[in-house]
């Protein structure tokens, strides 16, 4: 059974700085690439940084590039966001998401996070909210 579970949200004042981990089972993880994923209320979901199956591609929202990083650890089957300078706009729920990709498809990460390559499995979410 796929599963992708996430963690590591919370409460963080501005300014602050949080790691959630999506840790993924019932496929094997060199075969999919992973995003991260945000959604607000009453704002559209957003792509906020996607990684492709090796690990070698990673793409940003123009809104966390600079302030978040996204790392895989295929044999831990755990994909990481790094938050840094946290600000209220990043309040929202995180989802991870995996898509399988040639593990040379170094596009695959763009296309994920902006909505033009299909998504084939998603985690239940992890609030992170931001404020004083």
């Known amino acids: 059974q796929v599963q992708l579970v996430e963690s590591g949200g919370g409460l963080v004042q501005p300014g602050g700085s949080l790691r959630l981990s999506c840790a993924v089972s019932g496929f094997t993880p060199e075969d999919y690439a992973i995003g991260w994923f945000r959604q607000a209320p009453g704002k559209e979901r957003e792509g906020v940084s996607c990684?492709?199956?090796?690990?070698?591609?990673?793409f940003y929202a123009d809104s966390v590039k600079g302030r978040f990083s996204i790392a895989r650890d295929n044999a831990k089957n755990t994909v990481y966001l790094q938050m840094v300078t946290l600000n209220a706009e990043d309040t929202a729920n995180y989802y991870c998401?995996?898509?399988?990709?040639?593990?040379?498809?170094?596009?695959?990460?763009?296309?994920?996070?902006?909505?033009?390559?299909?998504?084939?499995?998603w985690g239940k979410g992890t609030l992170v909210t931001v404020s004083s």
């Open positions: 990684i492709s199956s090796s690990g070698g591609s990673q």
């Open positions: 998401a995996a898509s399988r990709a040639p593990r040379t498809a170094e596009f695959v990460p763009q296309a994920m996070c902006v909505g033009t390559y299909g998504l084939d499995y």
